[in-house]
């Protein structure tokens, strides 16, 4: 049964867009927050952006202005648009709500490789 099923990564040149996303069961979809998170090789995994049920997003940081998080109610999927890749965003993503509920198993994320 579908839980957080990431998808979407692969590797592009620095500068380059891709468009992760995730499909999540209902039950959690509907009723949370949901986030992006990655983990770089050698790093904690840290807050990328995460999306209201009421469409209402946030980003790191290190992200604003580049990323964009949505959400797709009607398929309880939620979408990473990442452009202007550096890289720097290097890293397994994975989906998740927000803030990470601990009984709740992680995916196996998506690798996104930015070359230079």
């Known amino acids: 049964q579908v839980q957080l099923v990431e998808s979407g990564g692969g590797l592009v040149q620095a500068g380059g867009s891709l468009t992760l996303s995730c499909a999540a069961s209902?039950?959690?979809?509907?009723?949370?927050?949901m986030g992006w998170y990655r983990q770089a090789p050698g790093k904690q995994r840290e807050f990328v952006a995460a999306?209201?049920?009421?469409?209402?997003?946030t980003y790191a940081d290190a992200v604003k202005g580049r990323f964009t998080i949505a959400r797709d109610n009607a398929k309880t999927t939620v979408y990473l648009l990442m452009n202007s890749l550096e890289p720097d965003d290097t890293a397994v993503y994975y989906c998740?709500?927000?803030?990470?509920?601990?009984?709740?198993?992680w995916g196996q994320g998506t690798q996104v490789t930015v070359s230079s």
């Open positions: 999306i209201t049920t009421g469409s209402r997003p």
């Open positions: 209902s039950n959690i979809f509907s009723v949370n927050t």
């Open positions: 998740h709500t927000h803030p990470p509920y601990a009984r709740l198993t």
